[in-house]
């Protein structure tokens, strides 16, 4: 089969594409998958690591012809506020969330999610729901030390010994809750050893 090896950025290609292939967010981070373009050229995709494929990128076979990349439009929530300072808050709260967000000019994109949505709308926000290609910042997605480009975990040290990971993906509702529920039965266990250690100290006394 036709292969693929070499992801040419948007910008640094010209003339006609020998086909298309058109993908969502999820499908644009690959490394080694068989793909068929709209006009039904098929290839493989077979890059020496993994990397997040981006609208209007190119595809270079191994007989010189270039495939582009197009951006599948996918369901999106557009968020706005009142002023800088405002969408720099949610623009905050999305980062803290580890979140892929698509930032333009006075606006935020976000893959639609009602949790999410409902937060930005508590900060004074507005969201708007709409179909668009969704190219969100590559920082999700840079190298790691290890060269593996994509969706990279790190640990972080929260005291407990032990290391917390992220995956970077969008997180739901159930997330937080369980984060929630997991905060409070550590706060109870530290009250009742806390009781516990007062109760012998009146025994030895």
Known sequence: ??????????GQ??????DTVVLDFDERYRRRVAM?????????LDLAEAAMLRGGD?????????????????????????DWLALARVAWHLGNRHLPTEILSKVLRIRRDPVIEAMAKGLGARVIALE????????????ADKGQAGRHDHGHDHGHGHAHEHDHE???????????????AHAKDLDHGHGHEHGHDRHRG
């Open 170 to 184: 969008p997180r739901r509702e159930d997330d937080y809750r369980a984060e929630h529920d997991h905060g409070a």
């Open 1 to 10: 089969m036709l292969r693929a090896d070499k992801v040419i950025a948007a």
């Open 58 to 82: 190119g595809l270079s076979l191994e007989d010189g012809r270039i495939v582009e990349v197009v951006a599948a439009p996918e369901p999106l929530a557009e968020i706005r506020a009142a």
């Open 13 to 18: 290609w010209t003339g006609a594409p020998a």
């Open 36 to 44: 068929t373009g709209v006009g039904g050229l098929a290839f493989l």
């Open 132 to 143: 668009a290609p969704f190219n969100p910042e590559g920082g999700a997605y840079v190298k």
